[in-house]
């Protein structure tokens, strides 16, 4: 007598992320399985949790429509502003601007942080004496939690543009003594304050002004530059590390004319 045994069918099922319950297909989307927010930190909103809180409650208590400073300026990009630049891309903004009378560059445009960052060495060749600083307590925290004390923060003048489309906006830098192959990351404050559009597509910034757009435009090449000198883990040099003061020169030296004999100075052993 010979046993059979029949098989039952397996039932495939569908992951939950393929379509989830209440999905009705090319109707509507399907609903989200949770969110994820942004990492957020910084000065924004104060020292102190009450400052936060107050912070926080401010977009639903106060109307702040007329303080807005108004402009009929309409700010667009268009393909003729991807001239120079090699497409496609995925480099960041890099730019220079004039930052209490020194012309900084490589300064990194992100819109995704929170705080102006000043880094030491920068704020170091501009010679601001450290007695300037303000003192900070809130430190700063990266994705792997590392906390970075700031030196302090500093209010400068900084300058975008070109005459006359120019604008000037003091800004609030916190001074972080950490290696970098920048020398400032401007972030959402200093954006905000210039009301600045920003299109890494099109590596340019264009802010309003009273006498028309005023743009300012990202080096392609330094940012390539910045980006294979972060990989190599390396601190800044004097390569890379370019700031020159727009003071006056003195009255009987020539421009170009060496103050005194260069010295070559090792940066690494063997190098």
Do not use: W
Not at 148 to 159: M, S
Not at 249 to 264: A, F, I, R, T, Y
């Amino acid at each position: 007598m010979k046993s059979s045994t029949k098989r039952k069918k397996s039932k495939r099922t569908t992951p939950q992320y393929a379509k989830p319950k209440g999905y009705k297909s090319g109707r509507d989307h399907p609903p989200a399985a949770g969110v994820i927010a942004v990492i957020a930190g910084g000065l924004s909103g104060g020292e102190t949790n009450s400052a936060r809180k107050s912070y926080a409650r401010q977009p639903q208590t106060e109307d702040t429509r007329g303080k807005r400073p108004r402009t009929d300026e309409s700010i667009t990009f268009t393909d003729e502003d991807l001239e120079g630049i090699l497409t496609p891309h995925d480099d960041p903004l890099v730019i220079s601007l004039t930052i209490a009378n020194y012309e900084v560059k490589m300064v990194l445009v992100d819109n995704g942080s929170l705080t102006d960052i000043l880094f030491y060495d920068a704020f170091e060749k501009m010679s601001i004496g450290r007695e300037l600083l303000k003192p900070v307590k809130t430190p700063l925290v990266g994705f792997t939690r590392e906390v970075v004390e700031p030196e302090g923060i500093i209010t400068l003048p900084l300058i975008a543009g070109d005459r006359p489309q120019q604008a000037t906006v003091m800004i609030d830098f916190l001074v972080v003594r950490v290696p970098s192959s920048y020398n400032v990351i401007l972030g959402r404050p200093g954006l905000n304050k210039m009301r600045a559009i920003v299109s890494t597509y099109h590596m340019l910034m264009q802010f309003p002004t009273k006498h028309g757009v005023g743009r300012v435009r990202g080096d392609q090449g330094v940012a390539r530059q910045c980006y294979v000198t972060s990989l190599k883990g390396k601190t800044k040099s004097s390569e890379t590390l370019a700031i020159e003061s727009l003071e006056p020169e003195d009255k009987g030296q020539k421009s170009g004319e060496l103050v005194e004999d260069l010295v070559s100075i090792p940066l690494y052993e063997g190098n």
